[in-house]
């Protein structure tokens, strides 16, 4: 005969897909430890009540940790009719101890036990996916530093534009990251603020220490209404927002990289640990580590947006459709560890062609350096912009390079140029002639890596 956890006003069984339909089992088990955890602590917060003994206290906490070791050991049999980790645990706790179990639920209720259980579960997640987040951070840094000699052309429209450092570029991204970096850091108290102690809706009617129960379970402070407690998921929301912040910067890095790694740009080669080949083209190496990053970019906002959609129009408090969480945050937070270690393993085992980089500078990409001489003589910078405009005209007519004008085909343009124009061109020069913060010369390169190592130290 089953017996549900729920079953006192009931009579009839409950329908076999319905069954399915509305377990959770399957899929929260993987927060059995985090249950029992947090099980523990409520007894011991009931014990200080005096709504249950001393005595009752430890039969609960020892027949806790027998059920948290046959988790651990592979060895819990799931019964059917457990619905979720929640009445499983519970079911097996009365196998162990008897009718004693039953007190352990007293003012409980799934509702502030699930945002509880997760929000533990989470926030130990959250402190490994920002180490692989700082991590790639680091890889970056480290390369910017390594390699903060070499040149690159620069994009907008992805049309060549200006010389920049290929540390710059690689610095661009890590901006991104810290930001995702402060993002998640900054969200994390907010996961790990207690639910517990405030029952299905209304609050808790034992007296229990809600502040002393936060300590215990290692939270930072406790959810200040209670029909706000079983009511957010917002701790979700985020965590997801994060994630679908952080992956559009990995998919934009990656796209950017699998353009430098294509046969026309040849400026990035990506090791073989990281690619894979084709099975019909015997010469193909092909980017599948980057396509993945940016592929699962999609899948992640996806499921961001399916659980905005899942919360919006719930009334207040606890809703069932709220369960439907789990498993988009379970993939949101697996799919991240995965995407953010291959993105620094890529990041550190690709090797770069610097000639390719300077072969895919040209003269025209220093028509702005030009404008930039004749500003430096006080002709303002609109009529640079023509003058130098006129010069890749007819440089264009001419079929030479921007670079091979001479002294004779410039003057006509604007008498201010001199012999030392030829000084220009140069798209070293290019890049050390952007020497503000942020710019892309070597001391303002190397100052944004500093800057970074500083922050990965100090925060
Ligand atoms: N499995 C449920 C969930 O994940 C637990 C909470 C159930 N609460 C309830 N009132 N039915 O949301």
């Not at 959770?24 to 709504?51: H, N, P, V, W």
């Not at 700082?134 to 052309?153: H, K, Y």
């Not at 540390?167 to 810290?178: G, I, P, T």
Request: aromatic share 6%; proline share 3%; net charge negative.
């Amino acid at each position: 005969e089953k017996k549900k956890l729920w079953g006192g006003r009931f009579s009839e069984d409950i329908d076999p897909l319905m069954e399915k339909f509305n377990e959770s089992l399957s899929f929260d088990r993987r927060m059995a430890q985090e249950d029992i955890r947090g099980s523990k602590g409520y007894a011991k917060a009931l014990a200080k009540t005096g709504i249950i003994t001393d005595d009752e206290r430890d039969q609960l906490v020892e027949g806790l940790g027998k059920v948290a070791e046959e988790w651990a050991a592979d060895a819990f049999v799931v019964k059917s009719g457990d619905e979720d980790i929640h009445t499983a645990n519970e079911r097996r706790l009365g196998e162990l101890i008897g009718p004693v179990a039953g007190k352990l639920h007293t003012g409980r209720s799934r509702n502030d036990q699930v945002a509880t259980d997760t929000r533990m579960w989470l926030r130990d997640q959250l402190v490994l996916l920002r180490g692989h987040l700082r991590q790639l951070i680091a890889v970056a840094v480290e390369r910017a530093e390594r390699e903060v000699d070499v040149v690159m052309p620069g994009f907008t429209h992805l049309q060549s534009a200006q010389t920049v450092r290929w540390s710059h570029w690689l610095l661009s991204h890590a901006a991104a990251w810290q930001r995702d970096d402060m993002r998640i850091a900054d969200l994390m108290p907010r996961v790990n603020t207690l639910p517990l102690g405030s029952g299905a809706l209304a609050g808790n009617p034992f007296g229990v220490d809600r502040q002393a129960l936060a300590a215990d379970l290692a939270f930072e402070r406790v959810c200040p209404n209670s029909m706000d407690a079983v009511s957010d998921r917002d701790y979700v929301a985020e965590t997801m927002f994060w994630a679908s912040a952080t992956m559009i910067h990995l998919s934009r890095w990656s796209e950017d990289l699998i353009i430098y790694s294509s046969g026309q740009f040849g400026m990035v080669k990506l090791s073989d640990a990281y690619s894979t080949g084709s099975s019909l083209m015997p010469q193909k190496k092909n980017p599948d580590a980057l396509e993945l990053l940016r592929g699962k970019s999609g899948r992640i906002l996806g499921t961001l947006t399916g659980f905005l959609a899942v919360m919006k129009g719930t009334p207040t408090t606890y809703n069932k459709d709220f369960q439907e969480a789990w498993e988009g945050l379970f993939d949101t937070v697996d799919t991240m560890s995965d995407c953010l270690q291959i993105a620094a393993g890529c990041l550190a085992t690709l090797s770069i062609d610097p000639e390719a980089m300077r072969r895919g500078l040209s003269a025209d990409m220093l028509a702005t350096d030009l404008a930039e001489y004749l500003v430096r003589r006080g002709v303002p910078f609109r009529e640079t912009h023509h003058i130098s405009g006129a010069a890749v005209k007819l440089a264009e007519d001419k079929k030479c390079a921007l670079s091979d004008l001479t002294l004779e085909d410039l003057l006509p343009l604007c008498d201010k140029f001199e012999a030392d124009v030829v000084d220009i061109w140069s798209y070293d020069k290019s890049a050390e002639s952007r020497d503000t913060e942020g710019g892309s010369s070597r001391r303002s390169v190397l100052e944004q890596c500093a800057k970074l190592r500083r922050y990965l130290e100090e925060t």
